[in-house]
């Protein structure tokens, strides 16, 4: 027996299809023909889901029972935490959402680590005894171990499963990292899959971007993650639906610049774009500068609002006004916002 299962980057594939048992070869090949090349949709991949390109196929196990195990960065108490459940497998973001009592929680000391004894209360709790609790201290010592090693953010085993012979096993997992500590960790790059990547996003991390595409229709281009979530807010406020979160940072050049209008331009559903820069350390007129030599190479066809302040204003305003293209100006984040969400209103007329 062996399970065929679709290598995507969301969970909750067998309750969509990418996931089967075979119990024989005729079956495994026909489950390999019913997968591979499907658009599989998930809760986590949107109602577009994702094409499967790769499978595992792994070899099946006489299962006692399946649980949930993961560890996170529980921000209510600024700790790691171990969260286990029974209900583990493919209903368990119901069961949290429904039954968040059947959700186990221990924390990790940040100056003792994770102890034995809390493993031994978890197995308790799980209703783990004999050689399966004393596999699975073992187990949560090396996973928490990982996670810290490894500069986690996500470490989810689900399900993790007792078999009949009392062995304690992974059959799936997730894990996120903390982009911030990879430059630790280069091995890891030969792990990536970029065809399970939003191609912008990676355009983006070539040019030291921090973009997240959205499914709005306002492309927007800020410097400082606060603004960039307060221009978001304020789209959102006066009605229209931000397509993506981008900042440029406060040292970027002309030609990052450039990169990240080319970036916004790439998406065909952006109907406006909203330039909304507060100088300090970025200055006006190199945010003027890469604009202008983005707009000119791309040939914007959307309408465009930018909104200038700080160093260089000045400047930078009277480059974009004497560029000669079609930029409207505003003079604070309330009127920009209102001008872009308008411009894409009447752009997707």
Not at 292 to 305: M, Q, R
């Amino acid at each position: 027996m062996v399970v065929v299962k679709a290598q995507i980057h969301a969970g909750g594939r067998g309750k969509g299809g990418g996931v089967k048992v075979a119990k024989t070869r005729a079956d495994a090949e026909e489950a390999v023909k019913r997968i591979f090349g499907m658009q599989l949709v998930t809760p986590q991949t949107g109602p577009a889901g994702k094409k499967v390109q790769r499978l595992l196929v792994e070899q099946g196990l006489a299962i006692d029972h399946e649980f949930y195990l993961g560890m996170l960065l529980d921000r209510a108490t600024g700790r790691v935490t171990v969260m286990a459940s029974r209900e583990g497998g493919m209903d368990i973001e119901e069961v949290a959402a429904t039954h968040p009592e059947k959700i186990l929680k221990e924390s990790v000391d940040p100056g003792l680590g994770w102890q034995d004894y809390q493993s031994r209360r978890l197995a308790k709790q799980l209703g783990m005894t004999g050689g399966a609790a004393a596999s699975l201290t073992k187990f949560l010592r090396a996973l928490t171990r990982c996670y810290d090693d490894m500069d986690c953010s996500l470490l989810e085993i689900n399900p993790l499963v007792t078999t009949k012979d009392g062995q304690v096993l992974a059959l799936d997992a997730k894990i996120n990292f903390d982009d911030n500590a990879l430059y630790r960790h280069p091995e890891l790059n030969d792990w990536r899959d970029p065809s399970e990547e939003d191609a912008s996003e990676t355009e983006a991390k070539k040019w030291d971007l921090s973009f997240i595409a959205l499914e709005g229709n306002i492309g927007c281009m800020v410097n400082g993650a606060g603004l960039a979530m307060s221009t978001m807010d304020i789209i959102k406020y006066y009605g229209g639906q931000p397509a993506n979160f981008l900042d440029v940072g406060g040292g970027a050049t002309a030609e990052k610049v450039t990169a990240a209008f080319k970036i916004i331009t790439s998406d065909p559903e952006v109907k406006a774009i909203f330039v909304n820069i507060f100088g300090g350390i970025m200055k006006c007129d190199t945010i003027a500068t890469g604009v202008i030599t983005a707009v000119k190479e791309v040939g914007l066809k959307v309408p465009l609002v930018v909104r200038l302040e700080g160093t260089n204003v000045e400047l930078g305003k009277k480059m974009l006004a004497e560029s000669g293209l079609n930029i409207v100006a505003a003079a604070d984040m309330a009127d920009g916002a209102q001008k872009v969400v308008a411009a894409a209103k009447g752009g997707a007329k």
